[in-house]
């Protein structure tokens, strides 16, 4: 398959909506990162973007809406949600609600889960390509399954060219790292992902997956990745962070914001490095922070 890549405009979201709507994945820009977007009720489109990204069938996917009437629709909201969706929303805040009955949407979409994750993004390419499409978009982050997430339209095509027909490209990407997720199923809130977003919920207990990014080993490069190091090894590409610089830093003013929409870029570029491994240094493990590291947790999982 050939992979298009068309910078964003008016008419390229006209484009990728025909795509979309002839049943077929596209991957388009977020605040978060890039996501491979498909009409969340047609179930073999979504059945097009597990296929593309070779991920588990019992990975559930995220479902973009332009406003919260659109998710209210989709899913059931209690008091808390609701408060949670009117503060955050748009923005990078997955809210897990129990699925309405009446919600169409592919099961594959929910993995057959009584629930489903519903985001209103916060970044004008998805926005448009939502309103042209007139659909809820099913759209996990645009790269193979478990690999390093993409912040680029670059990333993109070195993950999923030649396997999608389309890339929209709307440069960088801002936040850097996928959005927070909270289930709010009843009871307390519980936090499922770690993102840009601290909400105030406990942590997620057990093995279930009832969002994307539980699994163990995710976000990870091709190469072994070890953390909290100081000083590079003579085999390593070190990512650094603050006064330990590296041969690329995240943030050198030790600004954690920036140190996230930077992440997934650096660790492109290291596993792209004539090294052997990885290296990345030690960051606060507090607010954004904690979010961050969570993400070199997994992309090290297994890789030491």
Known sequence: METRVLPFTDDSIAEAARVILAGEPVAVPTETVYGL??????????????DAKKRPSFNPLIVHVPDLAA?????????????????HWPGPLTLVVPLRKDANIASLVTAGLPTVGLRVPDHS????????????????SANASGSISPTRAA???????????????????????ESTIVAATGGPLRLLRRGPIEIAAAPASGTRIEAPGQLTSHYAPTKPLRLKARSAE???????FADIEGDANLSRAGDLVEAASRLFDLLHRADASSKARIAVAPLPDEGLGAAINDRLRRASAGRK
């Open 37 to 50: 977007a498909a009409d969340a009720a047609d179930a073999e489109a979504v059945a097009r973007i597990y």
């Open 71 to 87: 998710a209210r629709r989709m899913g059931q909201f209690d008091a808390e949600a609701l408060a949670l969706a009117r503060r």
């Open 125 to 140: 390419a998805m926005q448009e390509l939502l309103r042209a499409c007139g659909r809820p978009l099913a759209a996990p």
């Open 155 to 177: 990333h993109v095509m070195k993950s999923l060219g030649g396997r999608i027909p389309l890339v929209i490209d709307g440069g960088a990407t801002v936040r850097g790292i």
């Open 234 to 240: 003579s085999d390593e590409y070190l990512i650094g």
